[in-house]
């Protein structure tokens, strides 16, 4: 029973596709984020969800819209791929109780390739 | 983006060896989170601290906070297989009237046999 679950786990694409990420997390938590991941490990936000508003949109090309349904799911629309988009994409949700020690749950990671 | 700097990025040691990883930053943050990824797998949280100075022990593992909380380390005591993954530190940041968290640019640490 996966808290933070994305699919799917692994995509390759071709430059100029537009493809989409899901994720649901059955948590209960009202804030839900996307994390990029390079090929250096380095993890950065890009977007985090608060009952379904968004709340932080960093600078991320136009071509990645988050939508968010409801407040379990988020996903991730990215238009027009290119190959620096190539990447492992995390989903991550935490509950927001105003506190700065609030825990995120991750998901297991979308790895995108796009060749 | 305020950057968190973490060292060493890379440490391959033997078990039963003990190490350090730090997580340095100029910026001041609410808290610090340590996070160990496996391959395959999302960051799962190991610990968070909150007061400067804190110190939080999880077994063979000592976390510690800096007196500014600007800065934090990790330290393994005998270290295992199983500790090997990479190690992430995050620290939180109050932004637009909620906490972002941004992580360090990780160590990758491998516990030989």
């Known amino acids: 029973d996966t808290a933070v679950s994305q699919t799917p786990k692994y995509l390759v694409t071709q430059m100029g596709n537009d493809k989409s990420i899901k994720c649901e997390q059955n948590l209960g938590h009202d804030t839900m984020y996307w994390y990029k991941q390079d090929s250096k490990k380095f993890l950065k936000i890009m977007f985090s969800y608060n009952n379904k508003e968004l709340i932080i949109n960093e600078t991320v090309p136009n071509r990645f819209s988050p939508k968010s349904p409801d407040k379990a799911h988020l996903n991730l629309h990215i238009n027009s791929l290119e190959l620096g988009d190539s990447a492992v994409y995390f989903c991550a949700s935490s509950q927001d109780d105003g506190r700065s020690n609030t825990e995120a749950f991750f998901g297991q990671g979308t790895r995108l390739t796009v060749v | 983006t305020q950057l968190l700097e973490q060292s060493p990025q890379f440490l391959s040691i033997q078990e039963g060896e003990n190490l350090t990883v730090y997580c340095n930053s100029s910026?001041?943050?609410?808290?610090l989170q340590w996070y160990r990824q496996e391959p395959g797998e999302g960051p799962v949280l190991l610990v968070t601290v909150v007061t400067g100075g804190e110190v939080k022990k999880l077994k063979r593992l000592t976390f510690q906070f800096g007196d500014a909380r600007k800065d934090s380390s990790l330290h393994i005591t005998a270290a295992q297989p199983g500790d090997t993954g990479l190690y992430l530190c995050?620290?939180?940041?109050?932004?637009?009237?909620?906490?972002?968290?941004?992580f360090g640019t990780g160590t990758r640490l491998k516990v030989l046999a």
């Open positions: 910026s001041v943050f609410s808290s």
């Open positions: 995050a620290g939180a940041r109050w932004f637009s009237g909620t906490y972002k968290y941004i």
